[in-house]
């Protein structure tokens, strides 16, 4: 079975061209990093102001300013594409751009109101409802991963996913350790955190730029947004990185997400689903 998600997207009629995706990524990485220097004042300040969105998560002035920043920038450059927030209202195109900017001003904002550096800002770019372009980016360890869906760099640098292909040996990542979804569908968490040699807690999209940049081998998250996961895929894909859903179906069409090296991604689905997915370790000793 393979899960490398963008296999089928850069099939689409009229994709942009390497170059014209060059120059999205480009501005995307630019950007981000101007919404970096926004946000770095605002990171560890005593007295900040935090409210409570509906859903009970944490909102501060840095969020709203880092995507007003964003966006501004965007519509001078793009006026014509579609802009999708996590914490504004959706632009839409003008006329019939197939193109859709996705922001997610600060990913992790409680680790950002509680002065861990383990947030980031994630800006993807969609053609035709598919993301192409994706920036993850670290304003106080200044950690920028950018692709374009074929290639994946880590501060410039190409970044493929480490090798390792024993859950043993692995290193695994989650951002909430509380969080019931990661039991959904009956999967067998604790059998998979059992079997692993490191579990972790250094979540949210930092866990991504973790997987990428080869230190750590798995990512899991059993609920998402559009907006936390659109910059992620054309990033794990241009590195090399298995996705799925929690079930192991497509990784573009659910809310969940898996994320590992092509040989760890059977055995993680053999741990969560021992009764649907047959697991390769124990075929190979077997044999």
């Not at 190409?158 to 969080?179: E, F």
């Not at 955190?193 to 866990?207: F, H, N, P, Q």
Request: aromatic share 8%.
């Amino acid at each position: 079975m393979t899960f490398l998600f963008p296999s089928e997207h850069f099939g689409l009629v009229n994709l942009p061209t390497v170059s014209e995706r060059q120059v999205y990524l480009e501005f995307a990485c630019n950007v981000v990093r101007e919404a970096g220097d926004f946000i770095r004042p605002h990171f560890a300040k005593r007295g900040l102001t935090v409210a409570e969105k509906s859903d009970r998560s944490p909102l501060t002035e840095a969020d709203t300013g880092a995507e007003a920043l964003i966006r501004t920038r965007i519509i001078e450059q793009f006026p014509e594409h579609a802009i999708l927030g996590e914490e504004m209202s959706d632009k839409p195109a003008n006329g019939a751009s197939p193109f859709r900017w996705v922001i997610d001003p600060i990913d992790g904002t409680k680790s950002f109101i509680t002065g861990v550096p383990l947030f980031t800002t994630l800006l993807a770019l969609e053609y035709e409802g598919t993301p192409i372009i994706g920036v993850i980016f670290q304003p106080i360890l200044d950690q920028l991963v950018s692709s374009d869906g074929q290639t994946t760099r880590y501060n410039g640098v190409p970044a493929k996913a480490r090798s390792c292909s024993s859950l043993a040996q692995a290193t695994l990542l989650t951002t909430d350790a509380r969080q019931p979804c990661l039991y959904q569908d009956d999967a067998d968490w604790d059998g998979l955190i059992s079997a692993v040699k490191l579990y972790r807690t250094w979540g949210d999209a930092y866990g991504y730029l973790l997987l990428v940049a080869g230190f750590a081998d798995i990512m899991i998250d059993p609920i998402l947004e559009h907006w936390d996961k659109a910059a992620l895929l054309p990033i794990l894909a241009g590195a090399g990185i298995t996705v799925s859903d929690w079930t192991g179906g497509p990784a573009g069409s659910g809310r969940s997400l898996i994320a590992a090296a092509a040989e760890l991604h059977p055995l993680i689905l053999a741990k969560l689903h021992p009764t649907k997915f047959a697991d390769p370790s124990a075929n190979s000793a077997n044999a």
